[in-house]
């Protein structure tokens, strides 16, 4: 069996990406650090354009790639603000994805060699956030059971994309796996940590990536449509394979890639401290336009 490659193919979609996040504080800051990953990333399957980051109130921002390879941009606020904005504006060229015949899979004994094991040992080891729980993973190998590696992920995508329940608001972003896994619902980072969490305990690496998804694949040319961020999941069997299991299908040229890690806290969308005030109230949007 052949393992997808995602290689460019057909006509580039074009998509112009506005998305604004920050806090609202009940009084105060007096300064605050933070980091932003909000840059999207240039791979095979998309080619980001053009990107910029702004910050209000301004701040003096340095970039770096994190261990993952992820875009950083660091910033400190150091004058008394009660709310703090970060907007990143981006265009991105994103591809079809196609299948290389001549690419083959991995095998299980392949997986289950020393060499493989100690390549992705990060992207094997399962932590809190994405244990999905024993009965999860009993379910799940009964999924999969004689399947090759390559045919998890698509199987696993659709079962649990028709077992869990899409609720915005029934978790939390600190949710574990085995919390959404308990009450069958959650959002996009639920799924994937879920699915994440599984995969690792089947012995193939799964990595969690953050980024986009348009809302409406039909978006005419110069239509502005609202959208939010989105989650998906990786795994290695000879290759990189992108599964969305919240919608139950590949990851296509309608995402858009932003930032890859272990789970969630490698790839916040915007994480710091401050000093000040009490608890600041999040906001986040995101906007997207067809631009060819």
């Known amino acids: ?46 080619t980001t354009l053009e990107a910029r980051i702004e910050v209000t109130p301004t701040a003096g921002t340095y970039r770096y790639w994190d261990y993952w390879g992820t875009h ?27 299948g290389d015949p001549a690419a083959t899979t991995a095998s299980w004994a392949d997986l289950s060699a020393e060499s493989c094991r100690d390549r992705y040992a990060e992207l094997l080891a399962t932590k809190r956030r994405t244990h999905p729980g024993e009965e999860a993973v009993s379910l799940a190998r009964e999924v999969v059971a004689g399947m090759s590696p390559a045919e998890d992920a698509p199987a696993l995508a659709d079962w649990l994309s028709a077992t869990l329940d899409y609720v915005p608001g029934a978790t939390g972003v600190h949710t574990a ?8 619902k959650g959002v996009c980072q639920d799924f994937a940590h879920v699915m994440v969490g599984i995969l690792r305990h089947l012995g193939l690496p799964a990595r969690y990536v953050s980024g986009y998804l348009l809302p409406r694949p039909d978006v005419g040319l110069g239509e502005t449509v609202g959208g939010e961020s989105h989650a998906w999941v990786e795994c290695w069997t000879g290759a990189w394979q992108a599964w969305d299991p919240t919608n139950g299908r590949p990851a296509g040229p309608d995402h858009v890639v932003v930032a890859k890690g272990r789970d969630y806290d490698d790839v916040p969308p915007l994480k710091g401290i401050y000093s000040g005030a009490g608890a600041g109230e999040l906001f986040v949007a995101v906007e997207f336009t067809r631009l060819a």
Do not use: C, K
Request: no cysteine.
């Open 1 to 46: 069996m052949t393992a997808a490659i995602t290689l460019p193919t057909g006509r580039p979609q074009r998509l112009g990406i506005v998305h604004s996040t920050g806090f609202r504080y009940p009084g105060a800051v007096l300064a605050s650090y933070n980091e932003a990953r909000m840059t999207p990333l240039t791979l095979p399957q998309q």
């Open 177 to 184: 796996a085995a919390q959404a896994w308990d009450v069958r």
């Open 72 to 98: 950083v941009t660091a910033f400190e606020v150091r004058v008394p603000h009660d709310r703090l904005t970060v907007t990143a504006r981006s265009v991105v060229e994103t591809f079809a994805a196609a």
